[in-house]
């Protein structure tokens, strides 16, 4: 193969000490602890995680590249007949301490089968306790650069992928703002890989740039308590949609890696309904499938 | 039909008063909030959450009585080829403001097709942030003399069944100390309904008796911590396994009744380690299956 499976889990390792290198950078104070984990199966991974930075309540930037037999039901799920398999990945989730700093996650993965079969997926998809337009307009914009700069049709239709899939249904609301999300892509290899990690080196810029737009905006207990709810939010998503979250479960994954995507405290309030016309309920009111963040 | 449905929603009704009453008298300042909802295919139900209490930092009795069709895939994650249904039930779950009060949950449910068909189901389990060998042992006694006032084999057979489906795969622990567990109980219509009837009765002395036991039991910061991430354990659980849960999300139930459940606050740290010799950790190593309470 002219791009072989090492070369995609090299940059994907490039790309995680990037990215945990910005993320200090623009915190000023929280340090990445690392733990390395091998699977029994083959493979391993770096878990990343920071605690309690200037910004940073918790987050998470893990990489992983892990091979070996395919077991029977996940063969059944992936409707794919080949054994041996590779799958390679870099997994954000950035939980700030403030309200006025959005929640952000990015994924980019990799997964090849012993027959030279495979497939790139993954997505950034931000998750604002208060929704900013003007903030939404940009964070869309940026992403639609990327995906053009690939093909004309990415960001439409990554756009409207990442609508569905973010979303949680018994709320009848999105997670957030959406974002791209894509999965299964398969065609020119290099081509793809060259989006792939466009999209990987994407994540540092913006969310360092919201980091440091908000990181002293002022807020008071009214914010931190809305914040707890907006992360029960993400908590339900997390675990009872997100395909990520469940397989890594399912598959007996190590567990602290797959679930540090949830918060460091987060909040369920029986029957909680904004104020009307407050920031709240306008936040509320925009997460929904369909807006046009890039013309609002 | 000896015993109509209509006498056992009934009686669920009641159990729901009597069991808000004791709550709110041992709790001696949160009240019951009530709100009446119906079903837009057939019945209702009535939703009871008492916030920020003496002791009841949130808590929901719920009681519903459901009826119509079955949707199709209902039938067939039932296996059951009848159309039309009733159901009713109630649910509790409680959070106590103290970590040194258990949570708890109870469930008692009845389920009857147009032929005739009926099953029982339902259960008590306990989930205390710190174990105490001497309140579990009791607790399962109490369990113990209910089951057997019915069926010498319904204490065992209902433990292991509890200790089976309360259990967090993915941590590889037990929710809490279990308790009992049924479901799809058939037989002689009136002695199941006396049994169930039962658990559902020894609910409020039981919590009640725990309450007054713990209320005023010193605490600090350190258990308020541990409180948070026990509280996260109970998240994981109910929103990955639990099938009320699941089964309530997927057919498009009153989330905000299904997902009372869900602490006013919960938190999640990455790989926390008890320390050696706690009680954090001697409650650690007790969550595990076949503990026997009983004879400890």
């Known amino acids: 193969m002219a791009l072989p499976a090492e070369a995609v889990s090299a940059r994907f390792r490039e790309l995680q000490d990037s990215i945990c290198r910005a993320l200090e950078d623009e915190d000023g104070k929280g340090k990445f602890h690392e733990d390395i984990w091998e699977r029994p199966g083959g493979g391993g991974g770096r878990t990343r995680i920071m605690r309690h930075g200037n910004v940073i309540e918790k987050g998470g930037v893990n990489f992983s590249a892990v091979h070996g037999e395919l077991p029977e039901n996940i063969r059944g799920a992936l409707n794919v007949q080949q054994h041996k398999f590779f799958a390679t990945g870099v997994s954000i989730v950035i939980h700030p301490e403030s309200p006025m700093v959005p929640i952000i996650h ?33 964070f869309h914009q940026r ?77 008071g207990e009214k914010e931190k308590s ?54 709240e309920e306008k936040t509320t009111l925009a997460l929904v499938k369909g807006m046009d963040w890039l013309n609002r």
């Open 106 to 138: 990015m994924n980019v993965r990799y997964f090849e089968m012993e027959n030279g079969q495979f497939w790139f997926g993954g997505g950034i998809d931000l998750t604002p306790h208060y929704i900013d337009e003007k903030d939404a307009g940009w």
């Open 226 to 279: 809305w914040q707890l709810l907006r992360r029960g939010r993400y908590v339900e998503f997390n675990l009872v949609y997100d395909k990520g979250t469940k397989f890594g479960l399912d598959t007996s994954g190590r567990t602290e890696s797959i679930l540090m995507s949830l918060p460091e405290k987060a909040g369920w309030e029986y029957d909680f309904v904004p104020v009307k016309g407050s920031p």
């Open 143 to 219: 992403l639609k650069e990327v995906c053009d700069r690939h093909s004309n049709e990415y960001y439409d239709r990554f756009k409207k992928w990442a609508d569905d899939y973010f979303f949680i249904k018994h709320r009848n609301e999105t997670r957030g703002i959406g974002g791209i999300f894509f999965d299964r892509l398969t065609g020119e290899k290099e081509k793809l890989f060259s989006f792939v990690t466009d999209v990987g080196e994407l994540f540092a810029p913006v969310y360092t740039n919201f980091m440091r737009l908000h990181r002293d905006d002022p807020y």
